[in-house]
């Protein structure tokens, strides 16, 4: 019974989240799709809140009129903040089949489309969506950071890309931070994308304030968020966010991909 979960519950469910293979990791999500929200919300879980403020301090232009591609959509938490700013066309990928079934019970999307990222490439149209958006799905075992570089495929030219992570800890979260970086930074030198805004944030639970929201780059943003075990009296939670436009390329030219 989802409404009889409590924070152990939820810490149980978090810490038996580990695998490091993107398979694993979906079918764990399986089962754990009926409890996500519950369970995230029990542990203030801040991603896709910030996520949609750091958007819409970035999007310009009619909101109902544009198409988003919510990767990695889970429930449908992230579609269902996006629709308080006037989206309303959304299209969601998420390789859990029993996270699809929650997103589908919003109602909000066009399509569903079930892929494991990495093992399998993103099933999105090249140059399409509006606003491309990642949120909680950027680490070891989750969504690759090869797949990066498709999500700006399927973004149209001019178009908004918004990553949201958590500052996980351990040595193959740090060695994922590293790579993405790095992609990120290639991709700026390659001009496939021009980065907008970098952020990270931290909140202490223990008193609900912000303490820092510093930008870590002038033109990149990034957002992340940790479940640590500290304890939740002093736990910090970090969120970055990264976004980032498509480079604007000349009519009817495609943006080159490695
Ligand atoms: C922490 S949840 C985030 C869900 C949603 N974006 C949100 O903010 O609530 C991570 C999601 O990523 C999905 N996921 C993890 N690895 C994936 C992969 N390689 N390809 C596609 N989806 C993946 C999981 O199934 C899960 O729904």
Redesign the pocket.
């Known amino acids: 019974m989802p409404d009889s979960r409590t924070i152990n519950d939820a810490r149980a469910a978090f810490q038996s989240c580990t695998s490091l293979d993107?398979e694993e990791?979906?079918q764990y999500?399986n089962s754990w799709a009926e409890n996500y929200e519950k369970d995230h919300s029990l542990v203030d879980f801040r991603?896709?809140h910030l996520a949609v403020g750091f958007l819409s301090e970035y999007f310009s232009g009619n909101p109902e009129e544009v198409l988003v591609l919510d990767v990695?959509?889970?429930?449908g938490?992230?579609a269902k903040l996006m629709v308080n700013l006037g989206f309303k066309n959304f299209v969601g990928v998420?390789?859990?089949e029993g996270?699809l079934k929650e997103a589908a019970k919003t109602g909000l999307y066009q399509d569903l489309k079930l892929?494991?990222?990495?093992p399998e490439p993103l099933p999105a149209q090249a140059r399409t969506f509006d606003v491309v958006i990642i949120?909680?799905?950027l680490d070891a075992g989750?969504?690759p950071v090869s797949a990066i570089r498709e999500l700006c495929h399927a973004a149209k030219p001019g178009g908004l890309i918004c990553m949201v992570r958590g500052n996980h800890t351990g040595r193959p979260a740090g060695e994922y931070k590293k790579v993405l970086e790095t992609e990120l930074k290639l991709m700026k030198e390659e001009s496939l994308w021009s980065p907008v805004d970098t952020r990270q944030t931290i909140f202490v639970r223990s008193h609900r304030e912000l303490l820092r929201a510093a930008s870590l780059h002038p033109s990149a943003s990034i957002t992340a968020s940790s479940r640590s075990s500290e304890s939740p009296s002093h736990r910090a939670d970090r969120h970055s966010s990264i976004s980032g436009r498509m480079k604007a390329s000349s009519p009817g030219s495609a943006p080159v991909f490695r």
């Open positions: 993107p990791r979906v999500y991603a896709p990695a959509c889970g429930s938490w992230v998420d390789g859990s996270m892929a494991v990222l990495g949120v909680g799905a989750f969504v």
